[in-house]
């Protein structure tokens, strides 16, 4: 029997279900990568490297490797450099470099006055032994320009990625196939997918093979999606914050601009990639039954704060309101 080939989502679903295997943006003058994949190299903060001795066992879960930024506070106020890098298991120009990030140090420690080479390799050897950040000034001497220093001229810039939006090629494979499903529960998918393209014999096909795929690698456990607020008890897909329900029209549609305030190349839709539990440094918490499909708005609301912690300051809110006398329209 031939095996039955699985039908093309529309182009702008598969674009943004494949999207969630990237990184969150990032400008020239941060030394992290622009929306690559979240395999990439990881840079890992010394102090989290320092206090945290279960991630200096772990380096080998890094597919493309890792490297730890030292603050240059920290280098050169160590008795010995050489044992300080020794103690940490680093070594200058291999898995590790000096991070520049502020002025001060880099007059204090200049490193083309010690000699050195800016990094511009993400796999050892570096290339170097530091990298630089530093912003401009406002001052009007010629040494208040901003300094890039390596990882600032190839395609694409920055050193790598943030260590707590790290996943392996396989969890970013697995998010985005729970991802689809995720979109199938909406209530109105099959119908929307149909009116982006798709045949309604395609559409009930994909669904069916996703969800069977879900099942077979224990993706489509309800009570785990319904107790991380994916879905209701309906088994329908809701934002995580406001539990509204969603349309499958809200992956299409781009968000609508103030008057005004219109953006000519606005790619925002209205319904965007939700992390349950936030991502923070300890956790990967890019992973399934954590992802779900949320509205913009709450998306922005909740930011980095985590669900819980902003709905119990939206109580506060609103509580105070009503203390005060103020009503709610």
Known sequence: MPKIKKP??????????????????????VIFQNRVNRCNTVLIPFHQWKNNEDLRNSIDQFER???VLIGPQDYFHSDNPKVFLET????????ALIFYETRYDWNLHNPEDLGWDFANSRTAPLGGN??????GTTASSQ?????????????????????YEYASTETIANCRLQLEAIYWHCHDAIDVAVDFGMSKEDALLRKEMCLTE???????DYDKLYSQRIINK???????????????????????????????????????????NELKYGEYNHRPYNLGWGCHHCNVVVKDSGIYPTLHWLQEVINRNIEQGYSIP
């Open 143 to 163: 040494d208040s320009g901003k300094i890039n220093r390596g990882y600032a001229t190839q395609s694409p810039k920055g050193a790598g990625i943030r260590l």
């Open 88 to 95: 940490y298991n680093l070594i200058l120009g291999e898995n």
């Open 234 to 276: 309906d088994k329908v897909t809701v934002c995580p914050f406001c539990l509204k329900k969603l349309s499958g029209n809200g992956f299409y549609n781009r968000l609508e601009q103030p008057e005004g305030r219109e953006v000519p190349d606005l790619t925002v839709t209205e319904i965007n990639l939700f992390h349950i």
């Open 8 to 29: 093309k989502l529309p182009a702008l679903l598969e674009r943004k279900i494949s999207k969630t295997g990237q990184t969150r943006g990032a400008d020239d003058d």
């Open 65 to 67: 490797g890792f490297i």
């Open 130 to 135: 530091y990298v630089a950040r530093v912003p």
């Open 214 to 220: 879900c099942a077979e690698k224990g993706l489509l």
